[in-house]
T-cell receptor
Framework: DQQVKQNSPSLSVQEGRISILNCDYTNSMFDYFLWYKKYPAEGPTFLISISSIKDKNEDGRFTVFLNKSAKHLSLHIVPSQPGDSAVYFC???????????FGGGTRLMVKP | EPEVTQTPSHQVTQMGQEVILRCVPI?????FYWYRQILGQKVEFLVS????????KSEIFDDQFSVERPDGSNFTLKIRSTKLEDSAMYFC?????????????FGNGTRLTVT
């Protein structure tokens, strides 16, 4: 099942710089997209989301961009902080429900 | 901030045994979910539950699985006869509405090890 794919298993960024995490999907029926953050030994925590009718959503240091024609979304974190070091999952849903299809995750490491 | 709590944090069981994973969702939430993550794989949806009924379930959620809300606070996942491939981290989640705009609140998970 490769409906949602995160091609980069890991990403290392210097503190203060921008982190860009990418996600691709194949099913055009997905209409809502979310990013979750996960620390070790904890459950995923909701970060930010976007509806398919938008192409950008911003919340503080976090911005999600959606390119429907390319079936691609990205999460930008500016500026990156060491506390942002975690695994980031993108997820997609049909009919904006909570039955989510997750990507495989990208481990972000922010170096001081 | 209210939390979803799961017990136990780690469960070891022998193949063929029944196991019950327990969750206490956030108190004013109405929708409950189980997801799982096999080591090294994606987080996968298992089942959603509302008003004492299963709303949706995935292909993974076969007859060996069941869910129950035995009282006003607990939400349980039972695996009747565990298999080696059931070894995974199981996450319970809850939401006030079954809408992605009301994102899921996940518990910290129960690691199930089937030997």
């Amino acid at each position: 099942d490769q409906q949602v794919k995160q091609n980069s298993p890991s990403l290392s960024v210097q503190e203060g710089r921008i982190s860009i995490l990418n996600c691709d999907y194949t099913n055009s029926m997905f209409d809502y997209f979310l990013w979750y953050k996960k620390y070790p030994a904890e459950g995923p925590t909701f970060l930010i989301s976007i509806s398919s009718i938008k192409d950008k959503n911003e919340d503080g240091r976090f911005t999600v961009f959606l390119n429907k024609s390319a079936k691609h979304l990205s999460l930008h974190i500016v500026p990156s902080q060491p506390g942002d070091s975690a695994v980031y999952f993108c997820a997609a849903s049909f009919n904006a429900g909570n039955m989510l299809t997750f990507g495989g995750g990208t481990r972000l490491m922010v170096k001081p | 901030e209210p939390e979803v709590t799961q017990t136990p944090s780690h469960q070891v069981t022998q193949m063929g045994q029944e196991v019950i994973l327990r969750c206490v969702p956030i108190s004013n939430h109405l929708y409950f979910y189980w997801y799982r993550q096999i080591l090294g794989q994606k987080v996968e949806f298992l089942v959603s539950f509302y008003n004492n009924e299963i709303s949706e379930k995935s292909e993974i959620f076969d007859d060996q699985f069941s869910v129950e809300r035995p009282d006003g606070s607990n939400f349980t996942l039972k695996i009747r006869s565990t298999k080696l491939e059931d070894s995974a981290m199981y996450f319970c989640a809850s939401s006030p509405r079954d809408r992605a705009r009301s994102p899921l609140h996940f518990g910290n998970g129960t690691r199930l090890t089937v030997t």
